[in-house]
């Protein structure tokens, strides 16, 4: 077993910060979040949580996974990092699966991906382990598969990083089975029908740059997602950069696609509605 570290992230007038302490357990109809950053990107180190748990008046559960860098730490490494998150949240606070919704940007929207996969084949399997009530995922990695991107003016990416970064996160498959891989390309091979199989439905929401490297991936993601009847909302920035959204809150631009994101988020159903909506900070 290898610890890896995940960090809790509220505001500071929130019961939390006051008394109740962090890890007390779920109240009755709680919603959390659980946050997980783009590639090579600590959770801390990404502005997306603070902004979260100040909008939202919610806990945010900000986890790191560990980097391929060896056999050992390749897929399904990472995907087990995510899976003790969400168990951490279900089965030891007391968290109804439901009530969770996965926030994730780039590689961390593409791990999201793979976990919400995963609790499916589980339930395939009879072992029903819930389904996540929603998830936001700002340009996701959905197509390991493809090295074939050209470098764009309109995205900071080169897109050779893929041949030295790939080749370690798959260690363990065949090279060609990552096209036909729902974990590696989910914008080709996703099965998404367990997001809208009873007791509730997963609602989808996805956020990318019209401009960026991979839009095309992400909107065959989202048009395979709707073919298979996912209740899924696309919002395609208009010259928008790769994660555009966290790039905004980074340099602090409360406008355009943060807002839109935030808004989203709320939309969905992860908002304390009865917190005030003052703006103390958050720790």
């Known amino acids: 077993m290898v ?16 008394g109740d302490g962090v890890e007390v357990k779920a109240a009755e109809g709680e919603r959390v979040i659980i946050f997980a950053p783009g590639g090579g990107i600590h959770a801390l180190t990404s502005p997306v949580p603070y902004g979260l748990a100040l909008s939202t008046h919610l806990r945010v559960l900000a986890i790191n996974s560990r980097p391929a860098i060896n056999p050992s730490t390749a897929f ?46 589980l339930k395939r399997d009879g072992i029903d382990f819930g389904m996540v009530g929603a998830a936001a995922l700002m340009s996701p990695a959905c197509n390991l598969s493809r090295f074939d991107a050209r470098p764009l003016r309109t995205d900071f990416r080169f897109p050779g990083y ?28 996703g099965q998404f029908q367990y997001l809208s199989e009873a007791p509730h439905k997963t609602k989808v929401w996805i956020q990318y740059g019209d401009s960026e490297l991979f839009a095309d991936d992400i909107q065959k993601l989202v048009k395979r997602m709707k073919e298979q009847g996912v209740d899924v909302r696309e919002d395609a920035v208009y010259g928008g950069l790769h994660c555009d959204a966290t790039i905004r809150r980074a340099f602090g631009k409360e406008e ?3 807002v839109r994101f935030l808004e989203a988020v709320k939309e969905m159903g992860w908002a304390d509605s009865q917190a005030s909506s003052k703006s103390t900070g958050v720790v």
Do not use: C
């Open 76 to 121: 399904p490494a990472q995907l087990l990092d995510a899976l003790a998150g969400y168990s951490y949240l279900t089965q030891q606070l007391g968290f109804k699966p439901e009530n969770i919704m996965l926030v994730g940007e780039s590689a961390g929207a593409y791990l999201h991906l793979a976990l919400m996969t995963y609790l499916g084949d």
């Open 256 to 258: 355009g696609s943060w």
């Open 162 to 189: 893929r041949k030295a970064i790939v080749p370690l996160q798959a260690y363990h498959f065949p090279a060609d089975s990552l096209a036909s891989s729902p974990y590696f390309s989910p914008a080709l091979a």
């Open 3 to 18: 610890d890896v570290p995940g960090f809790w992230v509220f505001r500071e007038d929130s019961r939390w910060a006051n």
